[in-house]
């Protein structure tokens, strides 16, 4: 039995046949189930499937169209199941004919992008925010250790810099994020939620050890460090690439740490490449047992995307070799891994502080040069002696291409001949692939989707207008015109039906009437103590202040409760003639300018002067009677003898002038006016209003009115369009189309 299997290594579409036809049906459900999904996902799988559906019969199989990194995850699969294959034929797609697609990919995209033609435009408009995160796709790189393993180490021998904080007594506090960019300098940053806590971009080093300090201190899970500037010799392919430097799950601190490392390992969709940092001195301890065995659980359960779970073999430079091959020394880290049932991990034997120090060199003081030339001793190998030195590039799981591309780098200069004899570069060019290999693929896998559907846009839309003016006819005229006939009817009916149900609309002015009523009854109270002729000047005094407190009140409540009654009813009649009429020739989408009545623009009434009452003063005289001793003769002749005199009660009539005021002439002559300014200010309110809801109708009627000759202008625009299409105008389209498609049908068959 002979399979073909035919596949597309930039959409990951594919397809299968087979000479045995219930095989192939068989086969073409599984193809089915895995569809877009990359063939390195499930071929494995598919191979058990056919030896079950061939009953473990010997089988030929030919695969074609997958990349060279593809081609290699085939291959060692075909190897395993070799006694079961008779024959095998892999056609792959050499990697400058990737780049190549990749490039016309971007041409076709960046073409749609900047047309100005509207059928492109508009073709490639919904799919600007799916390229965008397209094009700026994350590749997170976090960085998993137990305390005292080198990875502070590591990311700076990475970082070129010696940045991060070292310290093999106290573990990281927090999560930093390090973020590779084009800039010259890199920047730190303290963060909690969207507040920049602290910020620096000289002394880094005391930066993070200060904010290290703290988190373990304080142990705040919301902290956050970042750190931003350029990394040499890391090619991202165009991906924003962001290294984290986790606390390590095996730190109690933060339980969120053991869910985060967790989401790392089992994220096969965004794919983060997870180093894991070993320490060849806790290679007997129990340090890190959850992780290991997350990862362990990791390749018993998940067979694709293994490759970006990395294993660091740190600090390698303590190992003595003497005799020893380098294999020896690996062969304990695989023993070790393999007590978890991690089989065939990717370890990358590194010495972090060789790199460090080599990318440092310039710089350096006198003990960390000799310990660097101590490096290129012990690393560097000198073939007329036979010393081989550790040869981390024989060790590191690299293709033959990668490794000779590390070999070449040696020669160009002793920076280079460190960062790989250190395992570095190796790790790098690993990460770098990993990328192109992964991340840009998939990039583009969605890319190339969006071609395909904004080219398969653009064609239906081209084929459709051509397709329009081809069956232009004398009929289709007498069409645009009866249409252009009912469409001017259906206007005028619904400018009509507008009008009417604007002069429908009622504005309320009963807070007019509330206004007059509560003026009324203010001055009510005071028209009956004013009934009173004359009233004493204290009392006067009195109804004058009871006068001027009713005044001040009333002016108040006018221009405050009244006018802001105004401004609300305004409001409201504005709303019931946007509800009435705002679907009719989309007046909803037009502004109108709310007019507010502004209390300033009435005019003061002043208080009444309590010294007018002067003026209404009067005398009032009153003649009143009153009964007094008075001495008289007496009519006893022996008291007139002695002279003695009678008393005697006598009435006596006596004049009282006393001070008063004429209330009522006061009342009339000066309260009697205010209380007609009032009026006039309501009725200044009430004129007012009127003039704002009559603005209100007369703007909505324009709106309809405008709205309506627009519309129409529309409707007779676009019939004396079409009528204006006469067989010149209608090639001279065709002309413009059909270029437009072979352009766009230009940049398509490059990526096909």
């Known amino acids: 039995m002979t399979i073909k299997i035919d596949y597309n290594t930039f959409s990951f579409a594919c397809q299968i046949e087979c000479d045995d036809k219930t095989i192939q049906s068989n086969l073409e459900q599984s193809i089915t189930d895995n569809d ?57 797609v050499n990697d400058s004919k990737v780049k190549e697609r990749h490039r016309a990919i971007d041409d076709f995209i960046n073409y749609t ?49 010696d940045i991060l904080f070292e310290d093999t007594r106290t573990a990281t506090g927090t ?32 930066f993070f050890a200060k904010w290290n300090t703290h988190a373990n201190k304080e142990k705040d899970s919301d902290l956050e460090l970042t750190l931003e500037g350029p990394i040499k010799d890391l090619n991202s392919s165009g991906m924003e690439l962001n290294f984290i430097d986790t606390p390590g799950p095996n730190s109690a ?46 390749f018993k359960t998940q067979k694709q995307n293994l490759d970006r779970i990395v294993f660091i073999y740190n600090k390698v430079d303590r190992e003595k070799l003497g005799n020893k091959s380098f294999s020896e020394i690996l062969e304990k880290v695989y023993k070790f891994l393999g007590r978890y049932g991690i089989e065939n991990p990717r370890v990358f034997p590194i010495s972090s502080s060789y790199a460090k120090l080599a990318q440092l060199n310039g710089t350096l003081d006198d003990d960390d040069e000799g310990e660097l030339i101590n490096y290129r001793r012990k690393f560097t190998p000198v073939p007329e002696k036979n010393k ?38 190796g790790l790098k060019l690993y990460i770098e692939d990993y990328i192109a290999n992964h991340h840009q693929k998939i990039q583009y896998r969605g890319l190339m989707s969006i071609a395909n559907t904004v080219f398969d846009h653009i064609k239906s839309t081209i084929d459709l207008e051509i397709e329009k003016l081809e069956e232009k006819t004398v009929d289709e005229q007498k069409k645009i015109e009866e249409r252009k006939k009912k469409e001017d ?65 009333l002016e108040v409540s006018i221009k405050t409760d009244l006018v802001s009654k105004i401004n609300d009813e305004g409001q409201n009649y504005l709303q019931n003639l946007k509800k009435k009429v705002g679907d009719k020739f989309n007046i909803k989408n037009k502004s109108l300018e709310q007019k507010t009545f502004n209390a300033q623009l009435l005019n003061k009434i002043n208080v009444l002067d309590v ?33 003695i005199k009678d008393t005697k009660m006598v009435p006596e009539t006596y004049i009282v002038t006393n001070t008063v005021i004429n209330v009522s002439k006061f009342y009339n002559d000066k309260i009697v006016p205010k ?51 006469n067989e010149g105008e209608i090639k001279e389209e065709l002309q413009k189309l059909n270029g437009t498609f072979n352009n766009i049908l230009r940049l398509k068959n490059k990526i096909e």
């Open 489 to 553: 009817e259906e206007l005028n009916s619904r400018k009509n039906q507008a009008l009417q149900e604007i002069a429908k609309v009622k504005f309320n002015k009963k807070f007019i009437r509330d206004a007059t009523k509560k003026t009324d009854g203010s001055f009510d109270s005071l028209k009956a103590e004013s009934t009173r002729t004359n009233l004493s000047p204290f009392e006067a005094k009195r109804l004058v202040k009871w006068a001027n407190n009713t005044i001040s009140d």
């Open 253 to 298: 601190q933060y339980e969120n740490h053991k869910v985060k490392t967790q989401g790392y390992l089992k994220d096969n969709q965004d794919l983060p490449i997870v180093l894991y940092v070993l320490d060849p001195e806790k290679m007997d301890s129990n340090d890190d047992d959850f992780t290991l065995k997350a990862i362990s659980n990791q």
């Open 113 to 161: 992008l900047n047309s100005n033609e509207i059928i492109i435009a508009n073709a490639i408009k919904p799919n600007k925010d799916r390229i965008e995160i397209l094009r700026k796709n994350k590749v997170e790189v976090p960085v998993i250790a137990t305390m005292s393993s080198g990875k502070s180490t590591l990311l700076n021998a990475i970082l070129g810099k």
């Open 675 to 725: 209380i007609k300014e009032f009026d006039a200010l309501i009725k200044r309110c009430d004129s007012e209003s009127e003039k704002i809801f009559q603005e209100y109708n007369i703007s909505f009627q324009n709106l309809v009115k405008s709205s309506f000759e627009e519309a129409k202008n529309s409707v007779y625009k676009n019939s004396d369009y079409e009528h204006a299409k």
């Open 611 to 643: 010294r007018n009452i002067e003026a209404y003063k009067t005398s009032q005289i009153e003649q009143k009677e009153r009964v007094i001793e008075k001495k008289v003769k007496s009519t006893n002749i022996f008291k007139r003898i002695f002279g």
């Open 175 to 206: 999560i930093c994020t390090i973020k590779k960019n084009d800039s010259e300098k890199f920047i730190a940053r303290a963060i909690k939620g969207d507040n920049i806590l602290d910020e620096a971009s000289s002394e880094i080093r005391e």
């Open 388 to 425: 081989k030195g550790y040869q981390l590039i024989d060790y590191a799981p690299l293709t033959i291409k990668q490794k000779t591309h590390l070999q070449e780098r040696i020669s160009k200069s002793e920076l280079d001949a460190d960062i790989v004899y250190s395992g570095l570069a």
């Open 36 to 92: 877009g999904k990359r063939i390195i996902d499930w071929f494995e799988k598919f191979i058990n499937r056919v030896k079950e559906e061939s009953n473990y019969d010997n089988f030929s199989i030919e695969i074609g169209g997958c990349d060279s990194y593809e081609k290699v995850f085939i291959e060692s699969v075909l190897e395993i199941e070799k006694n079961f294959i008779n024959e095998s034929k892999i056609h792959f």
